[in-house]
């Protein structure tokens, strides 16, 4: 045989040389779950290892993921109930504590990348990510509120605003408005195809903001739909987003991989709570070993297209980089 493709796996050195796909800290975002008052570090059971933090005990975890190389984080408000409302007033108040993290979060990493989350569902007293009437998502009354949620968090020195309610017309008009505000160098990362998917449920025990009534299947992607993804980022595009996101992650290689086919933007993809959750539950069984399965995860959604992933796993990864232990 003159073709033997085993050569170039002989040694770990050659399979070094001719690797396809690199990975590194630079490519992660790490999310992280904020909560008013101070000493709290609440475990989330259904997504073991990740915690509701108080800011007091979050910045000390942000600086120890600093020094492992992890500097791009995106931070969501678990708000308390009586200051939800219809209309997401509180979203925008000046003393609105997650507003006031991000300040203080940037004044002590400004070297740190950080991400907000733009939807109306942490603020909703209906928990969903647009205004509700009778029963209905409206959209074009939702776009005002959250182009004034954007504004307020570029204010408090978020440096991407992230909007997640998957409302049509939503990142031409949060550009719009963080334009005229002067925000001209604060980037949109655009969750462009969000599936109405059932791998969120950890995520929403975080934040308890699931909706009171109805689900988000009308505004949601139907999980059926692989075209219609790649509609929405040709939209997104024109708009004025900077990044392109698809979530969930793994159940939806095929779209990251369309998207990156299709745009010359980054492509973020979230690795989400229930992806995650079912990985460690694998591996606190004895199923999988999380230390080889964890970075091979991580990697196939890099290898599907991915520039940026945000995942639960990133401050384990950025220990397995280090060789450091990283046990469940």
Not at 255 to 277: D, F, M, N, Q, R
Request: net charge negative; glycine share 6%; aromatic share 8%.
């Amino acid at each position: 045989m003159n073709i033997r493709p085993r050569r170039n796996r002989r040694t770990a050195a050659i399979r070094g040389m001719v690797r396809e796909t690199h990975m590194t800290t630079d490519n992660l975002i790490y999310p992280l779950f904020l909560v008013d008052g101070k000493g709290v570090k609440d475990e989330i059971k259904s997504l073991p290892g990740n915690f509701r933090w108080s800011l007091d005990k979050l910045l000390p975890e942000v600086e120890e993921c600093m020094e492992l190389g992890l500097r791009n984080f995106v931070m969501f408000p678990a708000v308390p109930e009586e200051l939800k409302d219809k209309t997401a007033t509180y979203s925008y108040a000046a003393d609105n504590f997650y507003l006031k993290a991000a300040q203080t979060f940037k004044e002590k990493f400004p070297e740190s990348t950080l991400i907000s989350d733009v939807a109306m569902d942490p603020y909703s007293s209906d928990g969903h990510d647009g205004l509700v009437e009778n029963g209905r998502i409206l959209n074009d009354e939702t776009l005002p509120i959250l182009a004034k949620m954007s504004v307020a968090q570029a204010q408090a020195g978020f440096d991407v605003i992230a909007p997640s309610d998957m409302m049509d017309g939503r990142i031409g008009a949060i550009r719009e408005a963080l334009d005229e505000a002067g925000y001209t160098e604060t980037a949109i990362m655009s969750y462009t195809a969000k599936y109405a998917s059932a791998f969120y449920g950890p995520f929403r025990d975080a934040l308890d903001s699931a909706p009171k009534a109805g689900d988000k299947k009308t505004y949601q992607m139907d999980p059926a739909n692989r075209m219609e993804g790649l509609r929405e980022a040709m939209l997104d595009e024109e708009e004025g987003a900077d990044y392109m996101m698809v979530k969930p992650a793994l159940n939806y290689l095929d779209v990251i991989a369309l998207l990156k086919e299709h745009t010359t933007l980054p492509i973020a993809a979230y690795h989400v709570s229930g992806e995650c959750a079912m990985l460690i539950a694998a591996c606190q069984n004895g199923w999988l070993d999380f230390e080889q399965a964890m970075p091979e995860t991580l990697l196939s959604i890099r290898r599907a297209g991915a520039d940026v992933i945000l995942t639960y796993f990133a401050k384990q990864y950025a220990r397995v980089v280090q060789g450091l232990e990283i046990g469940l």
